[in-house]
């Protein structure tokens, strides 16, 4: 267990833990985030938020090649943002894999945090083989004298929010869903690495990003976004007007000229402006991504 973002001028014993892996942290999960925070102000303790590193199905079904919304950077940014105090990050692993439920509360939340009250999400479960359900959470915190808040579900019209779900609709281009399930723009993280200068060329010159093996890469196509309070316009796809294969993701931002390689980035997507599109020459490609600046 590692804490990356300690309270500041607050004690662990008796801290509210708010409890899950929040891949993404959506509307749903943001619910039990808010209500952590909510009953820590209220009794004066520390809020945490405390979540797995690696993802726990990365562990248990490797063969998934689960793709994520959030690195672990974009999620602790998002937590604290919502005004958690503290950062907790479990290494998921084989050993604890094979945690009982009893054991893995006793380990982490009560030896190591002293916790008071423990909340989490409708459909939280732990433990061996998820073996522990909220009805045996709650049971253990009475054990161990913590109580037990689950929040309910957050639902979108007819959708109940959830990060599987938002994982399809980025993967399907369907953006505008996705972020509206979200509750945030869509961040991508990444070092600013050596591109083959296609951008520069053509007058729009990009930062060339090298992301987590992990990440999930939202569908080719045209993005509008931010990174650093700047606008920019984020291609995500290969270059099929130059023959080039690869997808990767390149950003733009107008008027600015400083190098950025060796930097690393967080850049927001907020829109998707367009599908990849294949040109039949230089000028028409010019002339489109004069368009899409035009539309960040």
Known sequence: MKIIRHPKRKKLKGCVVALGTFDGVHLGHQKVLKQAVKLAKKTKVASLAITFDPHPQQVVVP??????????AEREALFCSLG????????????????????FVERYLVKKLGVSRVVVGYDYAFGKKRSGSLVQLKRIGKKFGFKVVVVPPVHRG?????????????????????????GHSFQITGKVVKGKGIGKTLGFPTANLETDQYKLIPAQG???GSVNKRKCAVNIGASPTFGINKTTVEVHIPNFHQNLRGQELMVSLTRRLRDEQQFSDVEKLKAQIKKDISKI
């Open 222 to 224: 045209v993005y509008a």
């Open 158 to 182: 007819a959708l109940m929010i959830k990060s599987g779900l938002i994982r399809e609709l980025v993967s399907k281009g369907q953006f505008k869903q996705a972020i509206s399930l979200l």
């Open 84 to 103: 958690i105090d503290g950062v907790v990050v479990v290494r998921f692993s084989k050993e604890m894999q094979n945690l009982s439920a009893e054991e």
């Open 63 to 72: 063969s998934r090649g689960l793709r994520l919304l959030t690195t672990l």
